[in-house]
């Protein structure tokens, strides 16, 4: 009876076995196919119209450039000021992201651990300035930025660039902090950990994804900002995004602008490849005691 029943069972399983396979193929295929049409061909196009030759121009219905040049970098390296931008930008971007860090870690901690009243209201007020439109905020910011004398200011666009990152860094550091275990921090203190020891050897080791991937968050953030850095920061400040907006307006200019977004674009996508290597699910196992 037992030989029947295996023999009977048997087929059954393989069939769920290669149901589930093509399943997961079709998945992933989709899924490509998605990423391709959403990502991979909208960059590549960005990469044609950097690279149109201005005395060939690319029209309907040529379906690539007649040909290619680079006078289109050059000539956006000769007449912006993009390397004045590229040094703006990435000096802005990590110290929004230190202060944004040095701001929000007592804040997700509090938030993450702590029963305290009103936490989602708190919540809810601390995601304001990514909720409400950038542009408004940007607004009513420069306003009190130039009566304390911050407006057109180096210090005064970190601030600025940290006031937007800060939601992003709180909310997923906050995610982080509540994925501790109860267990693991009784059990240190049972064996008499101080609080520095916690904060070495369990918090800090087991939210490193969050803060790395917080991190991220603000630094992209801190790059692609535009309105508050046009509002508060221009004319005595540009950045990467200020140049771009500048070939984005009603005389849009798509082969300079391709350019500069590409100049914006690259360096991100890198970083995300690097640090991408460090987001392993393996620390949390790590920090557990599971490696």
Do not use: C
Not at 30 to 42: D, E, K, M, Q
Not at 57 to 70: A, D, K, R
Not at 211 to 224: D, H, P, R
Not at 257 to 269: E, K, R, Y
């Amino acid at each position: 009876m037992a030989s029947t029943d295996i023999t009977i069972n048997t087929p059954l399983h393989l069939i769920q076995a290669r149901r589930n396979r093509y399943f997961y193929l079709l998945l992933m295929t989709f899924f490509v196919i998605v990423l391709i049409l959403w990502v991979g061909i909208p960059i590549l196009m960005t990469v044609m119209w950097s690279l149109v030759d201005p005395k060939n121009p690319w029209s309907y219905p040529n379906l690539f450039p007649p040909s290619f040049s680079l006078a289109q970098w050059k000539y956006v390296f000769d007449y912006t000021n993009i390397g004045r931008a590229l040094r703006t930008s990435y000096s802005l971007a990590p110290l929004s992201v230190l202060l944004s860090l040095v701001l929000s870690l007592p804040t997700s901690y509090v938030l993450g651990r702590k029963k305290i009243p009103g936490k989602k209201l708190l919540m809810l007020v601390v995601l304001l300035p990514i909720i409400m439109p950038g542009m408004v905020v940007a607004l009513f910011l420069s306003r009190v930025f130039t009566a304390l004398g911050l407006s057109q200011t180096f210090f005064g666009l970190v601030l600025a660039h940290t006031l937007m990152s800060i939601p992003y860094m709180i909310r997923v550091m906050t995610t982080s902090f509540q994925a501790i275990p109860q267990d693991v921090i009784d059990a240190a203190e049972n064996l008499g950990a101080t609080t520095f020891v916690k904060i070495r050897d369990i918090f800090l080791p087991m939210i490193r994804p969050g803060l790395l991937a917080g991190m991220i968050f603000a630094f992209t953030v801190s790059i692609e900002e535009f309105n508050l850095t046009f509002i508060i920061g221009t004319p005595t400040f540009e950045t990467i995004p200020t140049i771009l907006y500048s070939f984005m307006g009603y005389y849009f200019i798509r082969t300079n602008a391709s350019v500069v977004a590409l100049i914006m674009m690259t360096p991100n996508i890198i970083m995300l490849f690097i640090v991408e290597r460090f987001l392993k699910s393996d620390y949390l196992a790590a920090s557990l005691g599971k490696m």
